[in-house]
């Protein structure tokens, strides 16, 4: 055998073994790379990369609206309980006196009314009518009754034709108890004529025609009657 031949055969040999060692480099390292290419995609891996993430949100929870905390509302001044109260609240109503019997009669404890007999006065019937006086306070009252006090008046447009406070004679005051809702009656006739404040002559005679009649006590006065002379 030549030298040559020799050489060759065992230079085959020598590149056959070192090629073989480099491929079962090769494996170990693909081996290697693979374990540790499985062992990060593993349980361990998976919880990693899942802690790394933010939980689902829940379906329901999402659905509810946002509520931003509202500011803390001051207490009002008139909820402090530092505030004084008014002096509105701290005045008290001054209680009414009570009413003893025999006082005076308050106005607005006392009603008035007065009636006409008739509304029509042929020939020489005398117009007559009735008055009365009623106490609607709680106990007995005195009042002044007389005839200026009560003033009967009969008019005739603007004409002042007669009164009950013409001419008086005697006492003109007359104070009379007024028992609770017991009334004081009154009745007055008229003559037909005229009457004046001062006493003397007799009165013209009142013509026919539409004549009013009223009860004036000042503050307190009855409804108007309207009666006719024929």
């Known amino acids: 055998m030549e030298p040559d031949t020799f050489r060759g055969?065992?230079?085959?040999?020598?590149?056959?073994?070192?090629?073989?060692?480099?491929?079962?480099?090769?494996?170990?390292?693909?081996?290697?790379?693979?374990?540790?290419?499985?062992?990060?995609?593993?349980?361990?891996?998976?919880?990693?990369?899942?802690?790394?993430?933010?939980?689902?949100?829940?379906?329901?929870?999402?659905?509810?609206?946002?509520?931003?905390?509202?500011?803390?509302?001051?207490?009002?001044?008139?909820?402090?309980?530092?505030?004084?109260?008014?002096?509105?609240?701290?005045?008290?109503?001054?209680?009414?006196?009570?009413?003893?019997?025999?006082?005076?009669?308050?106005?607005?404890?006392?009603?008035?009314?007065?009636?006409?007999?008739?509304?029509?006065?042929?020939?020489?019937?005398?117009?007559?009518?009735?008055?009365?006086?009623?106490?609607?306070?709680?106990?007995?009252?005195t009042a002044d009754v007389g005839p200026r006090a009560l003033e009967l008046l009969i008019t005739s447009g603007d004409d002042r034709i007669w009164s009950t406070a013409d001419c008086v004679s005697g006492q003109d005051g007359q104070i009379h108890k007024l028992e609770r809702g017991i009334p004081l009656v009154r009745t007055v006739q008229w003559d037909r004529r005229r009457s004046a404040a001062a006493c003397g002559k007799e009165g013209q005679a009142a013509l026919p025609g539409t004549y009013v009649a009223v009860v004036d006590g000042g503050s307190l006065r009855s409804r108007k009657a309207v009666f006719h002379l024929r």
């Open 9 to 141: 055969d065992a230079g085959d040999v020598y590149w056959r073994r070192r090629m073989s060692v480099l491929v079962g480099a090769l494996v170990v390292v693909a081996v290697v790379a693979w374990a540790c290419s499985s062992g990060s995609d593993g349980p361990a891996g998976k919880s990693s990369a899942q802690s790394l993430e933010s939980p689902p949100a829940d379906p329901v929870l999402s659905g509810l609206p946002t509520i931003s905390p509202s500011p803390t509302a001051s207490p009002s001044p008139s909820a402090s309980p530092s505030a004084k109260p008014s002096a509105s609240v701290k005045a008290v109503a001054a209680k009414p006196k009570p009413r003893k019997p025999g006082m005076p009669c308050e106005r607005s404890e006392l009603v008035l009314s007065l009636q006409g007999r008739e509304e029509i006065y042929a020939g020489s019937a005398q117009p007559g009518f009735v008055y009365t006086l009623v106490n609607t306070g709680p106990v007995m009252c």
